[in-house]
């Protein structure tokens, strides 16, 4: 462990800008056993781990990278196993920078470990080889748990409750497995195959997963407990697409990122004509918004061969509150930001088909209640993008689907579920939630933490009845 | 898997009915809401209105025609074959409200969803008289049943070859006129429901129409499903499929629905291509 080697934190090999910019394979190309224990070797190890308090399902950071540096790549993953059952995606996706990264030793003065990046690397290691043996079950209880969406949250809801030796089911209203993980994150970010097998571990390990259940339409709440289930976890995302309700949005060629997503991801339509399910092939496409959500709407865009594709976002580069690694991506391979600029409505031909988008410039006031400076328009500065396919991609709200059909559930103001932050109690009786349903759209790793704090607290009332 | 346990063909083959093993949503659906169905692994979520449910049985009916490659794989199924996907009931059922004077107004393979709608007022203590049209004798499906379902049937067909010659409006405009009807049901094409809602409209009769906007998920998610009505953004699939006729922008559904025409014939001529179908 030289002091040289702590400062060159191993990059992660990349598909080139030009080349991945075009097609849907992932971009980073992972680290090799060589690479991996290099990287491992620079942990300090320290005594007071800082880096775990900054993991949102608190894995045994310092203890995992130590087995990768000594090369015992098994005994690494059969470690992160014990606090998250989805390492592959979290090393994928999770914001490292301002989690376990971002509280590293090494980054106050260079380079933070790369914590994600080892992550996968053991996650991927192990599906490469099948060497660790999934891990034990407790005794069964006889105990049932519904879990409702296969998102992040209920499949680690569903991991935790099924080794602790609970029947769990898991409800999915689309086909598949996966939730967000499967019609939100692009392929080039996260393969599905990755997601499939991740899931298919858990069922491997007795959780039963039944897709398309709609719990609020084919099955209600109250129901799943007539049919024996002793505890529900909710745990359903936002899933609420937010438009900008301004002029024109129902045009032809206005989609919100929900849908060019799912089109794109779930129902894989960058295969069409070899899948049946279409998609819009924009050559000038806007995206409106700058989280993670608009990056991969961009991105997804200019893989399905766009000329163009224009980010447009109200504040400035500073603000945008998708990941920095993602920002960078995103400029490598070439999309436009159009800062400081917000759509006041569409423009569309005589058939209704959009091409255009009339805009303003913005500048920065002070900052408003979310802490940002607050975009406020300069007069007369009107212009417009010529677009042939927008995509809004400005946040989402709360699904009322289910709550709406289960009224002795208590909802915050704008149709969140109510849930103690500790344990994901709700106030309905036997229901736990957790996740995007709660907090508003959010992160993977979050709505896993969410999942851990409920499956404790279900654990507990099934087996203390509190 | 929603194995098919029935297959019928009807209008010489271009409209194909499925009763298909779906207990949980046999339970449940009401009159008005739908289903997504999904043929197998590659394919494309189409929704569906139920045209029967038989919760005792365990099945749902659907009828749709053959269009395009997805309802074209629909109807390769035969009995005993199954759905890879059957998604709900999802949608707002119809209000039936008892004892009102209701003409039902269906057009081509829309009177598969209007026919459960038709008998559920009936069953309700409403006058029901309905009108069926099709552009032809062989085209028009469901005869009798709406026959059973309505207290009066007219059948319109535009060639002349069954019924009286002519759009299921010309009928309405005589029964409009004549007075006394409360409310009007009208399912079918997009052109059609536009035109009797023009025409219910100027005599003040509330009108119920049943929309087919494309979507994805069918749950509110995708919002591909935008309507317009009375000024506002609508999801079809929550908060429809029925809506106030004469609020609906009917122009703007029909440019939203061609939206993929393009695509959609080629997706059609590659499998043909291919030998697929």
Redo the contacts between chains.
Sequence with gaps: MGAANQKSRQAMPEQDPHVRARNFEEVPLGYTPEMAIAEASRCLQCKNPLCVQGCPVGVAIPAFIKHIADGKFDLAIGKIWERNSLPAVCGRVCPQEAQCEGNCILGRKGAAVAIGNLERFAADWERANHACELPSREKATGKKVAVVGSGPSGLTVAGDLILKGHEVTIFE???KPGGVLVYGIPEFRLPKEIVASEVSCLQAQGAKIE????VG???TVDELFEQGFDAVYLGVGA???R?M?IPG?????V??A??YL??ANL??AYL???????I?HGRNVVVLGAGNVAMDSARTAMRLGAEKVSIVYRRSRDEMPARSAEIHHAEEEGLHFELLSNPVRYLGDE???LIGIECVRMELGEPDSSGRRRPVVVPGSEFVIECDLAIVAIGSGA???LTRSTPDLPLGKSGYIIANPETGKTGKKAVWAGGDIVTGAATVILAMGAGRKAADSIHEYLTWGW | MFRIIKREEMAGGTVVLNEIEAP??AV?ARPGQFVIL?ANE????IPLTMAETDPAKGTITVIYMVVG??TE?FSRLQVGDSY???????GQPTHIEGGKNVVCVGGGTGVAVLHPIARGMKEAGCRVTSIIGARNKDLLILEDKMRLASHDLHICTDDGSHGRKGFVTEVLRELLEKGGVDQVVAIGPVPMMKFVSLLTKEFGVPTMVSLNPIM?????????C???VGGE?KFGC?DGPEFDGHKVDF??LI??L???TE??K??YH??KCKGEL
């Design positions: 209203a689309f086909h897709c398309d259940v709609v339409r084919t099955e899933g609420l697409p438009f309700n949005e129902n045009m032809v060629g989609l919100s929900n849908e799912t089109r129902m894989k069409f004509p070899q899948v049946d399910t279409p819009p058939k209704g088909r699904n009322p689907l | 949980r949503i449940k999904k590659d394919g494309e979520r490659k997805s794989l890879q996907d059957v998604i709900g009931p999802l994805i998920d069918g749950t509110g998610m995708c919002g591909g935008r309507v317009t953004t929550v122009d703007e440019l939203r061609q939206a993929y695509q959609e080629l997706s590659v499998c």
